[in-house]
């Protein structure tokens, strides 16, 4: 399996001592992007991204190469310090650089696991932003790992290596799971966004050119029967209200 880490710490500490100790449980390559070294411009907000494509991002240099291990890896483990009750602007910076994944999900095959390590505070509610972050990308599951450290002179291995143990056979297992209803809900708003009389040109290219206009959920992931006539209805209403 290949593991993709995306470390938005800009030390070797406690966030890389927890990843750590998931790759301790885990078997595959491992490719580690440590965004401090990426040296990557804060987000200049042109819009580019969403309206023209992500190709035209005046950073794309930087980040293109990172989305590409991004659609090559199995399974992505996103980690970052609490930084003022969020996360680190090195992990922010990049999220608002891949912020068109909101617009056009691409990962429903992945699995993720979320590291958080904070002193104290703000763990489970920056966890749960990268969850709905990467769920918005499409990711399949996120596993979610909060870790506060403290005072703590030792890591609290039982409990990581719980998590990245179900994390590992979820990932070996190659099984997809059912999405949640919201994952439903955004799928059908940015599908009736592409079609709306004025749309947003990248975002209508990549519906049209995926194919993914003409599903109620990403193919490669079972919806079930329910699933499918909500996603149907809510669709109907969406193109209606939009
Ligand atoms: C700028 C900054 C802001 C922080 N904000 C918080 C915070 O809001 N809540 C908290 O409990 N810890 C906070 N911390 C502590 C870190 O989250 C904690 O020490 C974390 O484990 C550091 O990870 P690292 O060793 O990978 O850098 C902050 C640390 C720094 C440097």
Same mark, same amino acid.
């Given at each position: 399996?290949?593991?993709?880490?995306?470390?938005?710490?800009?030390?070797?500490?406690?966030?890389?001592?927890?990843?750590?100790?998931?790759?301790?449980?885990?078997?595959? $390559? +491992?490719?580690?992007?440590?965004?401090?070294?990426?040296?990557?411009?804060?987000?200049?907000?042109?819009?580019?991204?969403?309206?023209?494509?992500?190709?035209?991002?005046?950073?794309?240099?930087?980040?293109?190469?990172?989305?590409?291990?991004?659609?090559?890896?199995?399974?992505?483990?996103?980690?970052?310090?609490?930084?003022?009750? $969020?996360?680190? %602007?090195?992990?922010?910076?990049?999220?608002?650089?891949?912020?068109?994944?909101?617009?056009?999900?691409?990962?429903?095959?992945?699995?993720?696991?979320?590291?958080?390590?904070?002193?104290?505070?703000?763990?489970?509610?920056?966890?749960?932003? *990268?969850?709905?972050?990467?769920?918005?990308?499409?990711?399949?599951?996120?596993?979610?790992?909060?870790?506060?450290?403290?005072?703590?002179?030792? *890591?609290?291995?039982?409990?990581?290596?719980?998590? %990245?143990?179900?994390?590992?056979?979820?990932?070996?297992?190659?099984?997809?799971?059912?999405?949640?209803?919201?994952?439903?809900?955004? +799928?059908?708003?940015?599908?009736?966004? %592409? *079609?709306?009389?004025?749309?947003?040109? %990248?975002?209508?290219?990549?519906?049209?050119?995926?194919?993914?206009? $003409?599903?109620?959920?990403?193919?490669?992931?079972?919806?079930?029967?329910?699933?499918?006539?909500?996603?149907?209805?809510?669709?109907?209403?969406?193109?209606?209200?939009?």
């Amino acid at each position: 399996m290949k593991y993709l880490i995306i470390n938005g710490s800009p030390r070797k500490k406690n966030t890389w001592a927890i990843v750590d100790r998931i790759k301790y449980n885990l078997e595959g $390559n +491992f490719e580690e992007i440590n965004l401090s070294e990426c040296n990557i411009p804060i987000c200049k907000g042109c819009f580019s991204c969403f309206m023209k494509g992500e190709g035209y991002c005046p950073h794309n240099g930087y980040i293109g190469p990172i989305v590409e291990k991004l659609k090559d890896c199995d399974a992505i483990i996103l980690a970052s310090p609490v930084y003022a009750l $969020n996360v680190s %602007a090195l992990l922010k910076n990049f999220i608002d650089h891949t912020a068109y994944f909101y617009h056009r999900p691409e990962f429903f095959t992945k699995k993720a696991i979320v590291v958080v390590s904070t002193a104290g505070a703000g763990q489970k509610k920056v966890a749960n932003y *990268l969850d709905e972050t990467l769920r918005h990308w499409g990711v399949n599951k996120v596993y979610k790992l909060p870790v506060a450290c403290g005072a703590k002179e030792s *890591l609290e291995t039982d409990k990581i290596d719980k998590v %990245a143990k179900k994390f590992r056979s979820d990932v070996e297992s190659g099984k997809m799971h059912s999405p949640k209803w919201g994952d439903i809900i955004f +799928f059908d708003v940015w599908k009736a966004m %592409a *079609l709306v009389d004025d749309p947003i040109p %990248a975002d209508k290219e990549f519906w049209f050119d995926t194919g993914l206009v $003409n599903h109620d959920f990403s193919p490669d992931v079972n919806l079930g029967f329910v699933k499918k006539i909500f996603s149907k209805v809510m669709f109907t209403f969406l193109r209606r209200v939009i």
